[in-house]
């Protein structure tokens, strides 16, 4: 009978724990060095790492990712110097990282005091590809990386580089991967069988009340209710006019100009108690279509309909590290309550069309024959191209927001395009009569006596000349030195 030697094993967490472990003794018969080197005799410089991220007193965490190390190297070595990084997101690149980029530089130091690197945690140390980057930097000091995650030093000459990089890339991001499982599958759950409110504040148009005895008993035994949506009778209706003038074909910026004028009262505004924070006098293009796109409208609980995703800031510059970004995800992403949860504003149907539709389908295809060629004589900007009453035309106004409503609004200048074609020939003619004139001439042309509005607009674009409009004496004048004036 021989006593059973015993071995520290970490306690087993979590499944990517398993795996690791699996791994790492496939490979454990090939990550001894050729060279061993002196059991026992080892040196080696600690790397660790602790950021405000983390919600961890630098003190004790430096502590245990520092005992961890020593367990890891019990036998080896001992720790002679220490690298540690306070404060320093794992996104940043080694170098980035003052006390990581001192330990590069100690690593071309023929006379450095450590011959091995251990660090108390992998994904501290390593974050996606950084070891892949520092992999050739240590292999050519002939420097090797102890990583508790791997049970021992890590030799990039053997086995798969790839399957390694992939499992340190699994290390450095198990955590959120977890995290994000957990919270999705929980959060499905919830969503699709049984439509509850996932909490949060009310959408616009919404107030928070108990709709029923909490699900779970023991709260429910202390009267504690299960929140849900209900219409707030104030702002439901505006959120209903919305969609309808939507469907009507209204624009975003028309829409928040309307609720400008009439005084309603912005999400934020009315839900000052929780967005102390925010401005939100005025309805904007954003805060309208935010309330437009919403599916919680349709009654519908409605989740992930955002994530953050975790990416390289430069593909082309791995150096540069990581960013989180938050994105919308598409539609067939989101997770949708398959009962209606709670009363709609608006029906699922009208919902999707007002999803497909753009302001005034006709308008957008429309081609303003005089855009870019008409300026505000009040103003002297150029007068922007819209499709008002079933017609195109140009308006100004005068630098005036699409969305606020000013405290002193002047008039907005406008003119239907059909009211300038039809007297456009005549301002040609007229420039051609002083063209004549001209010494030298601007252009000559040799055009038949009469022209048509498409020959002028092209004449006017030729010679880059533009066309004031006045709306009080309605006329348009030209650019040019006789200042050619036609009324229109
Ligand atoms: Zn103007």
Redesign the pocket.
Known sequence: MSTPKLRLVPPVEQPADGLLRSWAQRNSDRTTPETPPAVGQLRFAFYGRVSTEDHQDPVSSRAWQRTRAEALIAGAGRITVEFFDVGRSRVLPWAARPAAAALIAALADPDREFDAIVVGEAERAFYGPQYEQMAPIFARHGVRVWVPDVGGPVDPEIGSLEELMALLGILSKREIVRARIRTVTSMTILTEKQGRFLGGRAPFGYRLVPIKPHPNPTHARWGRMQLGLAPDPTTAPIVEWMFAQRLAGMSYARIARALNDAHIPTPSAADRERNRHRAGLAWTVTSVAAILTNPRYTGHEVWQRTRTDHELIDPANTTLGHRDQVRHNRPDQWIISTDIAHTPLVSTADFIAVQGMRARPDAAKHEYLLAGLLI?S??G?RMESCYANDHPGYR?R?GQNSATSPQNPRRL?YVREDRVLEHLAAMLIRLRMSEHTDDPPRRPIHEPATPTASETITFLRHNAITLTYNSDAKTLTANTPEKESIAI
């Open positions: 505000c009040a103003c900007r100004c005068h200048t």
